[in-house]
């Protein structure tokens, strides 16, 4: 593949055709960096652009990506060599322009020998791939180094630390778009990585032996089938080497050899790409534009999200925050890949698990960004700190015109590329489904630089929004609840190492404020460093900075911030802004209730991608992440010091020689597991055990650390023989799903085994009874505790002592979670004991009637299935009482009508003439037409716990009323009436004239929270103006929704039984 | 049973074997399709039954002909099957019926041309038919039913095959249909979605290159699934399709057909004519039609009640039920047409007192509050225009078109 698609590139261009395209891509691109290595000619640039504008054209939607990558280099290409003219033609381009493009680049390539230019190229290559991050560079560099290596250097370095970046967004872009040239990488690669490195600032950037771990030859075969991403890259080594021609001159190759070391990092980051390869070797044939675009927007997103990692990076960098800021996203990424594949049914199957390791290797890669943005980090941190440099950035960004300074400009095109890549990373991370609009955003963000600031802005906010949706992800993660996932993706995965707080912090939503400030004063105190320090307060001032200055922004997309900005802006709100954390409390309400969850999420979430996600992929990415963001906080300090690119530059450097404490100190903020993370985290450990280190460096606590030790250890056991390749991201991710099904199939296996040796036994006959617990216990209390083996029959309490138990909860007077729980433990008992008699039947009833006074629907669900079970079985018990809740709970709560027309055919001839039964009959019809004077009758005579299912209904019914009334009536209804027929009657009054009084004053707040106009008439009568009302009516989103659906189930009492 | 001697039953068993290669070699579908049509209980596959019980080793046969044996698979399964079907065991007929079937589709996928589908067809219904059987068989042994939910995975696993592109794709419907009438029996209709989408959504095939029957069942299921979501105009195209394209001669379709139309149309403001009703023998909805032109609600309520078991069934009881706003409306519209005769200047004030006394004499005994409520409702629905007077009592009509007519739209919109 490598070989034929060096030849291909390098030979003939061929621009007509698409599939040659992406071949021709490469090519072209390799000339275009030779052009540029030559003389940096503005062509050359509208080449590329030109180029980008082509990977456009192929996919729609990536167009906007690509928009932004071509931006960045045409930016840099305007200012270097002002032929914005040509960019812009180039980037206006469609399909058509493709072949023009290909076109121009051919003409590009003739006018300098091509291994001249490829010698150039190399050099530029070179810096870009430093930054770039092995990945892209390795399948590019192949083909540069054979032209000549050696010349690249020189030039290198300049152009390399700014091509660096510039060619990570290219790369990241490109690399989804063109998936052909992966036979670049994969000969190139290696002897990029190993020989021309070294040479240049490589060596002195990032140690070898992370290029070597990253980017093992091996490695890059394996990925060779990625030939698109090979292609990409190059496409942005282009873009990066003309900039970086323009750079070398502007700006002192000190500077790149600083963004290099962010390419070693990359390097790390570089298995993600090569998990990535693979999955353009799946699609490969699906160069086709339609099936490419998909693909594209994957790898943007990706790409976008390391972006995002490596933006949070930056202003948490310092910060442990930042870190756990990058975790989540990567955390986040893992479930939007799997769910991508979803979405491109065709590639899906491939998709998914080569995504899984993509992610991490987008992780990396945002590291490397990290790095390179290092450069481009100096430039978000303008942007975010607002500064001069930051509005250059944007101008280039939108029209290439824009001649700013060299240096800013350099800058602004980094970040012009990481903004852009950020609102898709972010929005690809946070939800799938939301993907593509992310990937609008970008594209509008790139347009005008305010727009890409906002974009910043919003960017967090999609990825919280993201979060909900990541359902993708918490189907990966069975335990997690979806919204959990969703919701604290970016937490949980910060969680990880900072467990603790984001324990205490998400869990009371109410206090989240308060959560934040103790967790930013935690996370400056967490700082062992002083420079941890400095860099943290920094990342604080800016984020403030930011805040005061888009300070609308921040109010309002405070709630989805979570993710990367989060922690800048807890860190805001703690340290100033009273109004940001007001604004928070505002909006985060909504959001609380779920963050209730977390703490359980954050374990689970954890653990599960890890295992599913082949977790080792991610964690090394992870690992490389804190890296990076170690390297960038350390940049940004410097950064914060002397604005100016230079001194970021020395920052990079000092960053290199930090390099690996910088890791330590991420760890330590990551949290309780750091001594593990760092022993397990050191860069060749990375490469070589990043199962390990990744599941050591999420482990927040030994528990859980011990936890996943088995786990991963159990994945060994059950697919050893896979683990012994050496690409462990794919395989790992592979490992960790096959892995689980391996393990349930395998005891599914045994049972089936032991019972059915000659196969032909089915479950059902299985002799259960052998198997049934006879239990010995003799305490009638007992906590409820999953089981998670076979139980013990000396814990299991035998009939009759349940039979007291289940009078002591009874007549208990402690709370419902109490009971709840007690009685749960009851039921698994019975189940152990396989008891099916009255008893069970009254165990459930009486929880059922439990959760119901309790308004706990999935624990009264839960009930009630069993129940029913247990009446088709003829156990008697009170089937008729449950028979109508069960009506009114499809009447009011499911809404299905065919479930209701089932149930209602069910009902016998006694069962109708029953009077719970024909009460809850009357309510469905009452229901059914509207008739909300007859419902609130029955709601008053409703027998047994009837009323209590009609309670969460009364809402719905008073809104559906009033909504009539002031529709229908003409001009006023007295408020009298509707206290009368709508059934309010006053909050635990006594007196008769009490209570009347007491319905008025709640119908009266009722009908205010609800959008009603009120108006007094001359004697005094509160009434209701209906034609006003009818169109101000609303219904309030409730103050105390809780996802659990009770709000009395605080997560202090969970906290506060122990 | 009659006796049949060993060599008769040898004789019986070649001749079928010979039957059945010939037909395959020859692609001739139509002798396949009695060869494999169990339900038909036809006199040569019963006596067939009889010598293979008799032989009992029939396999052996289809092992000696390399001819017969190139289908060995096909052919023992469908031999056990039969010889189950025969002495009555359904489970064990229909779980060798259900191996032949896979060997079959199996053999079907490597067929170029869509020769076979009529015998494909025959074996979607004879698994379907047998599934039930034999789940009627379990349920009655207290086990739980199971085979014909087995049944509608293996219809899955054939509409899969039919679904791609070429000329197979048209069987790709009938299938659909077994799969419906398996899902509708299953209770798990939402299965249907998938099928569904796969249908309307493919642009490859026009729906209308379909088979007719297979077209009208298609359309008769979507419409009612359409009845159960309460979507009436979707329901009534649908629904309408069929009942146009329905066989004439096939009166129990169209009965079938009306059985859900009749509704819909009546939700929609359509009322049918009596003969309609008589001719397709449809009396359960004869009252319902009265109670709708008098403004009768007691009528309403009491046919409801009496045929509560049928419409709960059909599933029609809710939308049936729904009618009550209609039947509300043409009573108000009779008071109205009443005060107008008496007192043509304040016809279109309806005292809540008045429509409370006219409910009274149809012996429903409402409160004011309660008729307020549904003047409320029915002004909030559109079947009346004009407002409610709460102060007074009153209920005031707008004086053009008070009672609008719904013209096909259905109530509410």
Request: aromatic share 10%.
């Amino acid at each position: 593949m490598n070989q034929g698609g060096n030849t291909q590139a390098v030979a003939p261009m061929d621009p007509n055709s698409i599939e040659n395209r992406y071949g021709v891509d490469g090519s072209q691109v390799h000339k275009y960096s030779y052009q540029y290595s030559t003389g940096s000619d503005s062509a050359p640039w509208t080449g590329h652009s030109a180029e980008h504008q082509a990977v456009d054209n192929g996919n729609y939607s990536n167009s906007n990506y690509y928009h932004p990558q071509p931006t960045g280099p045409a930016t840099s290409n305007a200012q270097e060599i002002p032929n914005t003219a040509s960019f812009t033609s180039s980037s206006t381009s469609g399909t058509a322009n493709m072949a023009q493009g290909y076109s121009g680049y051919t003409p590009y390539q003739t006018p300098s020998d091509p291994h001249n230019y490829s010698n150039t190229g190399y050099s530029s290559y070179y810096s870009g791939y430093q930054q770039q991050p092995s990945q892209s560079y390795p399948q590019p560099v192949g083909a540069y180094q054979n032209t000549g290596a050696p010349q690249p250097l020189s030039s290198f370095q300049n152009p390399g630390s700014y091509a660096g970046t510039a060619s990570y967004s290219g790369t990241y872009y490109n690399p989804a778009d063109y998936q052909t040239a992966g036979g670049y990488q994969s000969t190139n690669y290696n002897n990029q990585t190993a020989g021309s490195y070294p040479s240049t600032n490589y060596s002195n950037q990032t140690p070898a032996s992370n290029y070597s771990n990253q980017t093992p030859a091996s490695n890059y075969s394996n990925q060779t089938p990625a030939s698109n991403y090979s292609n990409q890259t190059p496409a942005s080594n282009y873009s990066n080497q003309a900039p970086a021609s323009n750079y070398s001159n502007q700006t002192p190759a000190s500077n790149y050899s600083n963004q290099t070391p962010a390419l070693n990092q990359g390097n790390y980051t570089s298995n993600p790409y090569q998990n990535y390869t693979p999955d353009a070797a799946n699609t490969p044939s699906s160069t086709i534009a339609t099936a490419t675009p998909v693909h594209h927007q994957q790898n943007y997103q990706q790409w976008s999200e390391y972006y995002s990692q490596t933006e949070v990076p930056c202003a948490p960098g310092t910060e442990k925050l930042s870190a756990t800021s990058a975790y989540s996203q990567s955390f986040p990424v893992p479930g939007v890949t799997s769910e991508m594949p979803a979405s491109n049914s065709q590639h899906a199957p491939s998709y998914v698990q080569h995504w899984g390791p993509e992610t991490g290797a987008s992780q990396p890669p945002s590291q490397q960004s990290g790095a390179a943005v290092s450069t481009s980090n100096d430039a978000y941190w303008v942007h975010q700190t607002q500064s001069l440099q930051a509005h250059h950035h944007v101008p280039p960004q939108n029209h290439y015109q824009s001649p700013l300074e060299m240096k800013p400009l350099y800058e602004t095109p980094f970040q012009g590329h990481q903004r852009a890549t950020y609102p898709q990373e972010l929005n690809s991370q946070s939800s799938f489904h939301q993907a593509p609009l992310g990937y609008r955003q970008p594209a509008q963000a790139t347009p005008s630089v305010d727009t890409q600031r906002v974009s910043k802005v919003q960017i967090p906010t999609n990825p919280r929004i993201a979060s909900n949706l990541p359902s993708g992800f918490t189907k990966m993660d069975k335990d997690s609840s979806a919204a959990g996932a969703a919701q604290t993706p970016a937490y949980v995965s910060v969680s990880m190492p900072k467990s603790k707080d984001h324990a205490t912090a998400m869990p009371e939503p109410r206090h989240f404020p308060k959560s934040l400030r103790g967790y930013v004063e935690r996370a400056l105190a967490r700082c062992k460093d002083d420079k941890e320090k400095a860099s943290c307060q920094d990342a604080l001032k800016e984020i403030i900075m930011n805040a005061k200055t888009d300070e609308t922004l921040y109010t309002r997309d405070w709630d989805t911030e979570p993710l990367s900005t989060v922690l800048n802006r807890n860190v805001t709100v703690t340290e100033s802004s009273s109004t940001l954390i007001s604004s928070l409390q505002n909006k985060s309400p909504t959001r609380r209730p779920k963050s209730r969850w977390e703490p359980l999420l954050e374990e689970k979430p954890f653990v599960k991608p890890a295992s599913t996600f082949s977790s080792p992929v991610k964690f090394g990415a992870w690992n490389h992440q804190n890296e990076n963001n170690k390297k960038n906080s350390e940049i940004f300090q410097k950064v914060d010091a002397a604005i100016g690119f230079k001194p970021t530059y020395s920052g990079q450097n000092s960053a290199k020689k930090n390099f690996q404490r910088p890791v330590k100190r991420q760890r330590f903020s990551g949290g309780a597991a750091t001594a593990i993370d760092d022993e397990a985290s050191s860069d060749s450990d990375k490469d070589l055990t990043p199962y390990y280190s990744s599941a050591v460096a999420l482990a927040s606590s030994a528990e859980e650390k011990k936890r996943r030790d088995s786990r991963s250890k159990r994945f060994e056991r059950v697919q050893g023989h896979n683990r012994g390749n050496d690409l462990p991201k794919p395989k790992n991710a592979n490992v960790g799903n096959v892995g689980n099904l391996h393990s349930r199939r395998a005891t599914a296996l045994r049972l089936s085994k032991t019972f059915d040796e000659s196969g032909s036994r089915a479950v059902e006959d299985i002799d259960w009874d052998a198997l049934t617990v006879k239990g010995t216990c003799q305490e009638i209390e007992k906590r409820y505790l999953r089981l998670t083996s076979a139980p013990d029959p000396a814990t299991v309490r035998p009939e009759d002592v349940l039979e007291k138990a289940l009078l002591m909860v009874q007549d208990s007077q402690k709370n419902y979670l109490y009971k709840c729980d007690q009685l749960k433990s009851i039921r698994q008992d019975l189940t152990v004991q396989r008891i099916h008699n009255h008893l069970t039947a009254k165990v459930y009833e009486t929880h059922a009637r439990l959760a119901l006074e309790a308004g706990d629907l999935p624990e009264y669900n839960q009930c009630l299935s069993q129940l029913k079970t247990l009446y088709a079985e003829g156990i008697e018990g009170c089937s008729l009482e449950f028979a109508a809740y069960s009506l009114l709970y499809i009447t009011l709560h499911s809404n299905n009508n065919r479930e209701l027309l089932s149930s209602m055919s069910r009902l016998s001839e006694e069962a109708k003439k029953d009077e719970a039964v024909r009460h809850a009959l009357s309510v469905r019809a009452a229901v059914t037409s509207g008739n909300y004077v007859m419902f609130f009758r029955l709601y008053k005579t409703a027998p047994n716990m009837n009323s209590c299912l009609m309670d969460l209904y009364v809402e719905k019914m008073r809104y559906k009323a009033v909504t009539f009334m002031s529709r229908s009536c003409r001009p006023t209804i007295p408020v009298s009436y509707i206290v009368q027929v709508l059934g309010f009657t006053g909050a635990a009054s006594e007196g008769t004239d009490e209570k009347e009084t007491n319905g008025l004053e709640e119908c009266l707040e009722w009908l205010k929270t609800h959008g009603a106009n009120l108006i007094t008439d001359s004697n005094g009568d509160i009434l209701l103006d209906t034609k006003v009302s009818s169109t101000s009516l609303f219904m309030p989103e409730p103050e105390d929704a809780v996802a659990h659906g009770d709000r009395n189930l605080d997560v202090n009492d969970f906290f506060t039984r122990t | 049973m009659a006796y049949v001697s060993m060599g008769e039953a040898h004789r019986r068993i070649t001749e079928y074997l010979n039957r059945f290669c010939d037909a395959v070699s020859y692609q001739d579908s139509s002798t396949l399709c009695r060869l494999l049509s169990f339900s038909s209980n036809s006199p040569p596959l019963l006596s067939l039954a009889d010598a293979l019980n008799l032989f009992q080793d029939a396999s052996s046969l289809i092992r000696q002909s390399d001819k017969f044996s190139e289908y060995g698979e096909i052919l023992a399964h469908l031999f056990r099957s039969l010889q189950s079907y025969r002495v009555g065991n359904l489970v064990e007929a229909y779980l060798a019926f259900e191996k032949f079937a896979n060997a079959f589709v199996q053999e079907f996928r490597n067929w170029e041309s869509a020769w076979a589908l009529e015998a494909l067809y025959v074996v979607c219904y004879e698994i379907r038919v047998l599934a039930e059987k034999a789940d009627k068989e379990l349920t009655s042994n207290g086990k739980s039913p199971e085979k014909l939910k087995a049944a509608g995975s293996l219809l899955m696993k054939v509409f899969g095959v039919l679904a791609g592109k070429g000329p197979k794709r048209v069987g790709a419907l009938y299938v659909t249909c077994q799969l419906f009438k398996t899902y509708f029996k299953l209770g798990t209709v939402n299965l249907c979605r998938s099928v569904i989408r796969s249908i309307e959504t493919a642009r490859i095939f026009d729906f209308e290159e379909f088979p007719r029957r297979d077209k009208v069942t298609y359309m008769y299921y979507t419409g009612r699934l359409e009845v159960f979501n309460e979507n009436f105009p979707a329901a009534d195209t649908k629904l309408s399709y069929a009942l146009q394209y329905c066989n004439p001669k096939r009166e129990r379709n169209i009965r079938m057909i009306l059985k859900y139309l009749i509704p819909v149309k009546l939700s929609i403001g359509v009322i049918p004519k009596d003969e309609l009703l008589q001719n397709y023998n449809l009396h359960e909805y004869t009252k319902i039609v009265q109670a709708l032109r008098k403004g009768d609600l007691r009528l309403l309520r009491h046919a409801l009640q009496e045929h509560e078991d049928r419409f709960l069934r059909s599933g029609v009881y809710l939308v049936l039920e729904k009618l009550e706003l209609q039947v509300y409306q043409r009573l108000m519209k009779k008071i109205y047409i009443i005060q107008k005769q008496s007192d043509p200047a304040r016809a279109h004030q309806l005292k809540l007192e008045v429509i409370a006394k006219a409910l009274r004499w149809l012996k429903m005994d409402m409160d004011l509050d309660e008729v307020e409520c549904i003047m409320t409702i029915l002004i909030y629905k559109n079947l009346v225009k004009g407002y409610l007077a709460h102060k007074s009592k009153v209920v005031v009509l707008s004086k053009q078109d008070p009672f609008p007519k719904l013209n096909g739209k259905p109530v509410g919109s």
